[in-house]
């Protein structure tokens, strides 16, 4: 994995590879989000819903070109839970556990998805400062859907759900409930609320 800031809760992992526990690190959460910008906004992505990206792309560009202010001084987050979370797996997960097929992904064709086609979209808007995290509670429900719809290959559901916090995009951040960092990062840190999706 090439994550600069991966983070982890005790019940995901327990411990690294050498043995040493691991724990979700609240305090670099909070480091990674509160930088200093003229504008912060979060993105609440539930459902899926990929035009969301390209709002977030819209207000980026409106923020920059309409009110002068520079991206670098504009601090984004998207907060991705519930089936949102599929904008964030790489191919190997989308192909290895047919995500496309399990959750009713389909293009504008109605032909089922079988790869990650928003990763580019997700990929441009990091490189333009966009922070991305993904809800562990959503990634274990999701992990027990894969199961039970005889997807896993007889792996358990745990570790169905193993191999999905592997396979994240890089760069994007596990938090324990993506509700919570949500309530966090506007209570705490003076982000505005931002969604273009019904739940």
């Known amino acids: 994995m090439q994550r600069s800031a991966f983070l982890l809760t005790p019940a995901i992992l327990g411990v690294t590879h050498d043995g040493t526990p691991r724990a979700f690190d609240a305090a670099t959460f909070a480091r990674t989000f509160d930088r200093a910008a003229d504008?912060?906004?979060?993105?609440?992505?539930?459902?899926?819903?990929?035009?969301?990206?390209?709002?977030?792309?819209?207000?980026?560009s409106g923020l920059h070109s309409a009110f002068a202010i520079p991206e670098k001084r504009i601090a984004t987050a998207f907060v991705a839970r519930k089936t949102s979370t599929l904008l964030l797996y790489d191919n190997v997960v989308w192909a290895r556990f047919r995500l496309g097929l399990i959750f009713g992904v389909k293009d504008p064709a109605g032909v089922t998805v079988s790869t990650n086609v928003f990763a580019e979209t997700v990929r441009a808007l990091h490189?333009?400062?966009?922070?991305?995290?993904?809800?562990?509670?959503a990634l274990t429900e999701q992990a027990g859907a894969i199961v039970r719809a005889g997807a896993s290959d007889g792996e358990s559901a745990e570790a169905v759900a193993a191999a999905l916090r592997e396979h994240l995009l890089a760069n994007a951040m596990l938090v324990p409930s993506g509700v919570a960092a949500v309530a966090y990062l506007q209570a705490r840190l003076n982000y505005a609320y931002l969604t273009d999706q019904a739940e």
């Not at 504008?39 to 980026?60: F, T």
Request: a positive charge.
């Open 39 to 60: 504008v912060r906004q979060v993105w609440d992505a539930a459902a899926l819903a990929p035009h969301i990206l390209g709002s977030v792309r819209n207000a980026l």
């Open 127 to 137: 490189a333009r400062g966009v922070l991305f995290c993904v809800c562990n509670t």
